[in-house]
């Protein structure tokens, strides 16, 4: 029974709730702001449903499925900027939308402060949808929906983590024909609660409301900037994301450290991610970003071929670098548990200082590529890097 479950078997996609048609499964966050279910024994009444319905609980395939590799620039500069890397997201989800079809992905909620997954059939809802998150989204709800469009013949697309796409087929129990899955390259889903802590953070030295929250802002080039939107129409931004990302690798979700779908066996038609040292294996301007597309599946293919009347695409030759999410799990650090006691003792502000401290060397190195980008010198370092 799922009442049962550990936590390094759950990825907290909510399908165990979705399917149970007594209601007796409720997805509740825990101490560290994880999704589980928690079941109510009186109204269940043993039917199994939710161990069938949990793919972290039935056998992963590991046969390799990614066919071919490819780098991916958008044409429309807008689009790079708004993107976390070159825009194949939105290519994709636009030729989804176009044909009326429905984009999943997931978005900032400014009320809440948490990520989660909304349905979108413009082109305004689905901008919401970009960017890295870096941190676990919300589906509780969105498998249900997805089933009931594809069932009345729209075409959908869904954009997720690797677990919640195979989740995904696993609660419809095959892969329809007018659904087309993204899967991301995922390195673990970090806790909502830290991610709600540090804009607090934000929000207590501005004394201002968040109204949106980006990781990866382009407004300094293609680096690491992390950029807070305020009700009162105001920004700030700062170039220590990547402290914020160190804290990252010792919050993640449990099952994480042993994620069954960190290998190259995929769930979606195509996988996207970043391809950031393109100077090793193209020679391409990667200042406002590149992606690294994989296709997976005959549909991925025929997606990619179509995407050239608006995306600069070319096949790469990834041998040269080390994909991490698709070779192992993220790694379990022996400062995790010491980094939720200090947390929970001692607040987010200390443990943030204490793990993940500010360095004068990555500071002025990340302030040195903002100069860069203001300069427009950037792409002439990015090929010296490179």
Same mark, same amino acid.
């Given at each position: 029974?799922?009442?049962e479950f550990?936590?390094?078997?759950?990825?907290?996609?909510?399908?165990?709730s979705?399917i149970?048609?007594?209601?007796?499964?409720a997805?509740?966050?825990?101490?560290k702001?994880?999704?589980?279910?928690?079941?109510?024994?009186g #109204?269940?009444v043993?039917?199994?449903?939710?161990?069938k319905?949990?793919?972290?609980?039935?056998t992963?395939q !590991?046969s390799?499925?990614?066919?071919?590799s490819?780098?991916l620039?958008?044409f429309?500069?807008?689009?790079?900027?708004?993107s976390? !890397?070159?825009?194949?997201?939105?290519?994709?989800?636009d030729?989804?939308?176009?044909?009326?079809?429905?984009a999943?992905?997931?978005?900032?909620d400014?009320?809440?402060?948490?990520?989660?997954?909304i349905?979108?059939d413009?082109?305004?809802?689905?901008?919401?949808?970009?960017?890295?998150?870096?941190?676990?989204?919300s589906?509780?709800?969105?498998?249900?929906?997805i089933?009931?469009?594809?069932?009345s013949?729209?075409e959908?697309?869904?954009t997720?983590?690797?677990?919640?796409?195979?989740?995904?087929i696993?609660? #419809?129990g095959?892969?329809?024909n007018n659904?087309f899955?993204?899967?991301l390259l995922?390195?673990?889903a970090?806790?909502?609660?830290?991610l709600?802590?540090?804009i607090?953070?934000?929000e207590?030295?501005?004394n201002?409301?968040?109204?949106?929250f980006?990781?990866?802002?382009k407004?300094?080039?293609?680096?690491?900037t992390?950029?807070i939107?305020?009700s009162d129409?105001?920004?700030?931004?700062?170039?220590?994301?990547?402290?914020?990302?160190?804290?990252y690798?010792l919050?993640?979700?449990e099952?994480?450290y042993?994620?069954p779908?960190? !290998?190259?066996?995929?769930?979606? =038609?195509?996988?996207?991610?970043?391809?950031w040292?393109?100077?090793?294996?193209?020679?391409?301007?990667?200042?406002?970003?590149t992606?690294?597309?994989f296709t997976?599946?005959?549909k991925?293919?025929i997606?990619?071929?179509?995407?050239k009347?608006?995306c600069?695409?070319f096949?790469?030759?990834?041998?040269?670098?080390?994909?991490?999410?698709?070779?192992?799990?993220?790694?379990?650090?022996?400062?995790?548990?010491l980094?939720?006691? =200090?947390?929970d003792?001692?607040?987010?502000?200390y443990a943030?200082?204490k793990?993940?401290p500010?360095?004068?060397?990555?500071?002025?190195?990340?302030?040195?590529?903002?100069?860069?980008s203001?300069?427009?010198l950037?792409k002439?370092?990015?090929?010296i890097?490179?």
């Amino acid at each position: 029974m799922v009442s049962e479950f550990s936590k390094d078997k759950c990825c907290g996609c909510g399908a165990c709730s979705e399917i149970c048609g007594r209601g007796a499964i409720a997805m509740k966050p825990d101490d560290k702001g994880f999704l589980y279910p928690i079941i109510d024994k009186g #109204l269940c009444v043993g039917c199994g449903l939710c161990d069938k319905i949990c793919a972290m609980n039935n056998t992963h395939q !590991s046969s390799k499925t990614v066919k071919n590799s490819f780098a991916l620039q958008h044409f429309d500069k807008n689009v790079l900027y708004g993107s976390s !890397s070159g825009g194949a997201f939105t290519a994709v989800s636009d030729k989804i939308l176009n044909n009326d079809g429905l984009a999943f992905g997931s978005v900032f909620d400014k009320n809440t402060l948490d990520v989660k997954h909304i349905c979108a059939d413009n082109t305004v809802l689905r901008d919401r949808m970009r960017g890295s998150k870096y941190v676990q989204s919300s589906t509780t709800g969105v498998f249900s929906e997805i089933k009931k469009q594809l069932n009345s013949g729209r075409e959908v697309l869904f954009t997720g983590t690797p677990c919640q796409c195979a989740e995904l087929i696993h609660f #419809l129990g095959e892969k329809p024909n007018n659904l087309f899955i993204i899967d991301l390259l995922c390195h673990g889903a970090p806790s909502p609660k830290v991610l709600k802590k540090h804009i607090e953070l934000f929000e207590k030295k501005y004394n201002k409301k968040t109204v949106d929250f980006s990781y990866r802002s382009k407004k300094y080039g293609y680096n690491h900037t992390l950029s807070i939107s305020f009700s009162d129409g105001t920004e700030k931004s700062s170039v220590n994301l990547k402290r914020l990302l160190k804290l990252y690798t010792l919050n993640m979700r449990e099952s994480c450290y042993a994620c069954p779908y960190a !290998s190259k066996h995929r769930y979606g =038609d195509i996988t996207i991610g970043d391809l950031w040292e393109t100077g090793k294996i193209a020679n391409i301007h990667n200042c406002l970003g590149t992606s690294l597309v994989f296709t997976n599946t005959e549909k991925g293919e025929i997606m990619l071929e179509g995407l050239k009347d608006c995306c600069n695409i070319f096949p790469v030759d990834v041998s040269k670098l080390y994909i991490g999410a698709m070779n192992n799990p993220v790694k379990k650090s022996n400062r995790v548990d010491l980094f939720w006691q =200090d947390f929970d003792k001692y607040g987010y502000e200390y443990a943030l200082n204490k793990y993940a401290p500010k360095t004068m060397k990555s500071t002025v190195y990340q302030y040195f590529l903002r100069v860069l980008s203001i300069l427009h010198l950037d792409k002439i370092y990015s090929r010296i890097k490179g």
